[in-house]
């Protein structure tokens, strides 16, 4: 595949509002390098490539945080986002989760009452340098039994209405949760774990965000069960063929299945290597067959 290919090549959709390409980046792996400066060259890197939806949140920090990896001073996405792209382009959306606050000695926290949320999306805000955010995922831990995300999700469309926040999404969330957040206000995403090999019960979910209309946006589609751990090596017999039938790599292949799965699905791949996000971005030109994606399906 040539490799200076923008992020237009997956197409478009819409988030609220606004419209962006279906290649996003996600910036949680920006914190795990020492080196501040690579991470700003990643980050212009990808808008130069036509990436306007960048995924962030308060808690993607190292050292810690997310990843539990690094030393040294602490590094925010959401503060290397402002410095790279601030003042930032008219096109670009950043995209932010609350729902959890990152502690630097004691890890991550869930904190769900409306006076902890308001405080993690001013947090968002004065780290990102905004009067407002222009997306923000309601970030949950998804229990067994039944829950409410209406509290929750009540708070931040207070912030909405108060022009804090402009458009508002949901994050590792059941579709009981959906249906209840959008009796309240818009939902303009899900963003929940899905991949290729790690798709647990979420095939209809992805159907039903399409019928309705709502962009499905996957985190770890690289990463698969590895999650945190980074992207797969380990590539099945399937997803190697497919790969040299298109002269790509097999996490091209896995980020063209993701994009494969509706016009409404987004990707936001993470890397913090220069040369991974030109080949991630380039993924989005990356066209399967009805052959090679029921393969994929079986493997």
Known sequence: ?????????????????RTVHRMGFGSMRLTAHPDRD??????????????????????????????????????YATELIRAALAPYPEELVVATKVGFRADPTTGLHEETGPAQLRAQVE???????????????????KRPAPDSVAERFGALADLRDAGLIRHLGLSNV?????????????????????????????DALVRECGARGIAYVPFFALAGANREGGARTDHDAAVRAVA?????????????????????????????????????????????????????DRS
């Not at 595949?1 to 509002?17: N, S």
């Not at 947090?123 to 831990?141: K, P, Q, T």
Request: aromatic residues 4%.
């Open 1 to 17: 595949m040539p490799t200076e290919i923008t992020a237009a090549a997956a197409g478009r959709w819409t988030l609220g509002d």
């Open 38 to 75: 690579r991470a700003l060259r990643v980050l212009r890197r990808a808008v130069e490539l036509g990436v306007d939806h960048i995924d962030t949140a308060a808690f993607y920090v190292s050292p810690g945080g997310t990843l539990k990896v690094g030393t040294g001073p602490a590094r």
């Open 123 to 141: 947090e968002n805000l004065r780290r990102l340098g905004r009067d407002h955010l222009d997306l923000v995922n309601l970030r949950i831990v």
């Open 174 to 202: 059941r579709l009981d949760h959906l249906d209840e957040a959008q009796r309240i206000a818009p939902v303009v995403c899900v963003q929940n774990n899905y991949a290729l090999d790690n798709r647990g019960d979420q």
């Open 244 to 296: 040299r039938a298109h002269d790509a790599t097999p996490q091209q292949v896995r980020l063209a299945w993701t994009l494969h799965q509706g016009p409404h699905v987004l990707a936001i791949p993470g890397t913090g290597d220069p040369a991974h996000l030109v080949e991630n971005v380039a993924a989005g030109a990356l066209r399967l067959t009805p052959d090679e994606l029921a393969a994929l």
